[in-house]
């Protein structure tokens, strides 16, 4: 590099030392082009004594234009070492958690491709994929499960779930969360789906082990299923006040409704406000409806954004099997070159898509709007004997049947207790005596107890061998007490006197008082207790706010839809 004259006015950016005053055609002082990274300054470590007789930057003390030129070397030397030093440490750091992408996977779920096992995930005939290979199309190929999934078929891929023992095709909810763990050690912004309908089984308790401490904007989907006049004011309180217990690092909460793309705006400002350079990873429990938000996603994005709109061609396979998903998904969706994950749903074992047949798992997936079936109602037709115990002792004594999947024997309540079920349509509701229902549910499984759908299912299936005492308290007869969920399926509510039921007993004058049930379900799935959620025009007429302190509002999620 050619050296270049300096003028003496410019050499306090170089040398800390004034300079003493000297035409510049007596002095030649070198200046060289340094690298644009903070400099170092490199100090001598022996002192430097200054006469205080003379100005400063006199005598011997003085530096000369050889130390001027030694010390600049330094710090160029020192900066450029700096430098090498953490670009070596930041590829290191991706090469240990980024997962690897050499392998072309399939674009709908994400299973790396290969011509071996027709059965397997991820399979393409050798003609397609010679063609693709030899043009550089490899990461545009759909397998051929996903092609039949987008045709209706139910094909489960996760051994263990939906009553296959699995095979060497499957893979197993253990591999799919392993695919997951690079994610806690990553720079990302978490985007965690939950579905309202189940909210408890679809959670996702311990998710801090997959979002270590990434920010997480929490998306609850498929808002449009409540019951209709729901206030969806009094929803977003309920879903803050829930995910306050969490203890999460929430940044903000949004209802959302991919089919009709309610809120999905509201997310879409928010990832982008938020990301800041991140990659997004979009996680929840199996058949939460994570492509389905990512295609809502793309499709509100793509109005403004070219390479959203580009990434539509290629979206990610919906479908009601659990395990739609089996590996990390990147999509190309922001202008900035972050990318867009969709992941493999967390499989949970306490869900009832865990334990039902997958010819079974369309009835657990609601189509349409849930309408709570109040039980019991003056619409329904009853054995006059049931009829006639109700009449007189209320629901004690008997025992409910919500389809094949849950068991309710209720031991004491008042007269005027009520439960409302909201879940699936397909399951039906049943009522005989407790002493005649273990009998009733051998004879009716797969007939009128469904699922399981068929006799020869049925004969397979293991039973509701899980029993849960539940004791539940309350002090106001004029609002519900609390929810019952059911992981996987919808939850019913319980309220000690529901006026509108059409029940022509007078009401009981206890204010207070306990309410005893035995919940059976099949024996991984699990039973939630919670506050009752505000749904239907008469949720948010008994829905109370909680009055907040100033330390609450600081901390406490805002929620959007």
């Known amino acids: 590099m050619a050296p270049k004259l300096l003028a003496l006015s410019s050499l306090s950016s170089i040398c800390r030392f004034p300079i003493p005053n000297s035409s510049p055609s007596s002095l030649n002082i070198y200046k060289f082009h340094t690298p644009k990274p903070t400099l170092i300054f490199c100090k001598s470590t022996e002192p430097q004594t200054i006469s205080e007789s003379e100005p400063e930057g006199y005598g011997a003390a003085a530096p000369t234009r050889g130390d001027i030129y030694l010390q600049r070397q330094q710090v ?275 869900r009832q898509a865990a334990v039902i047949h997958a010819e079974d798992l369309p009835t657990l997936a609601p189509q349409s709007r849930l309408r709570g079936q109040v039980f019991p109602s003056s619409g329904q037709n009853l054995d006059s004997q049931i009829a006639n115990r109700m009449r007189s002792s209320g629901l004690s004594g008997l025992s409910i049947f919500w389809g094949g999947l849950v068991r309710i024997d209720v031991l004491k309540v008042l007269p005027e207790t009520c439960l409302t079920f909201y879940g699936p349509k397909a399951l039906q509701i049943h009522v005989v005596p407790t002493e005649e229902a273990d009998e009733f549910y051998q004879k009716e499984l797969g007939v009128l107890l469904t699922p399981p759908t068929e006799k020869e299912k049925a004969d397979d299936w293991m039973g509701l061998e899980t029993k849960r005492q539940l004791q539940i308290k309350y002090e106001d007869i004029e609002r519900p007490t609390c929810d019952v969920a059911i992981s996987g399926l919808g939850w019913f509510s319980v309220a000690p006197v529901n006026k509108s039921a059409g029940i022509s007993n007078p009401v009981s004058e206890v204010t207070a008082g306990e309410l005893t049930f035995v919940v059976h379900v099949p024996k991984p799935v699990e039973i939630f207790v919670r506050s009752p959620m505000p749904v239907g025009k008469a949720g948010g007429q008994w829905y109370d706010y909680r009055e907040l302190t100033e330390e609450e509002l600081e901390v406490r999620p805002k929620w959007f839809f």
Request: aromatic residues 6%.
């Open 76 to 350: 160029v030397a020192a900066s450029s070492s700096v430098l090498a030093t953490t670009k070596k440490k930041k590829k290191k750091k991706d090469n240990i958690f980024k997962f690897s992408n050499l392998a072309p996977c399939c674009y709908g779920c994400g299973a790396p491709l290969h011509t071996l096992e027709v059965d397997a995930p991820g399979y393409v005939d050798q003609e397609t994929y010679d063609l693709k290979k030899k043009h550089h199309q490899l990461r545009k190929i759909l397998c051929g499960r996903c092609r039949l999934l987008s045709h209706g078929h139910m094909i489960t891929a996760v051994g263990g779930n939906g009553g296959y023992s699995g095979g060497k095709q499957f893979v197993t909810a253990e591999e799919l969360r392993e695919k997951l763990s690079h994610v806690r050690h990553e720079k990302a912004l978490i985007v965690k789906l939950v579905d309202i309908v189940d909210f408890n089984g679809s959670f996702l308790a311990r998710v801090r082990d997959l979002a270590g401490a990434n920010p997480i904007i929490l998306v609850i989907t498929k808002v449009d299923l409540l019951p209709k006049d729901t206030d969806l004011n009094c929803v977003g309180d309920w879903v803050v006040e829930a995910t306050m217990k969490k203890k999460l690092n929430v940044l903000s909460v949004h209802l959302t409704s991919s089919k009709s793309l309610v809120g999905i705006s509201g997310v879409v400002s928010e990832i982008q406000k938020e990301k800041k350079g991140r990659d997004v990873y979009i996680l929840g429990s199996a058949n939460v409806g994570k492509s389905a938000f990512i295609n809502a996603l793309l499709n509100t994005m793509s109005y403004k954004d070219p390479v959203a709109a580009s990434a539509r061609k290629y979206k990610p396979i919906q479908s009601a099997v659990p395990g739609t998903t089996l590996g990390p998904i990147p999509i190309d969706a922001f202008l900035g070159g972050e990318k867009l994950y969709d992941t493999p749903g967390v499989h949970l074992h306490h």
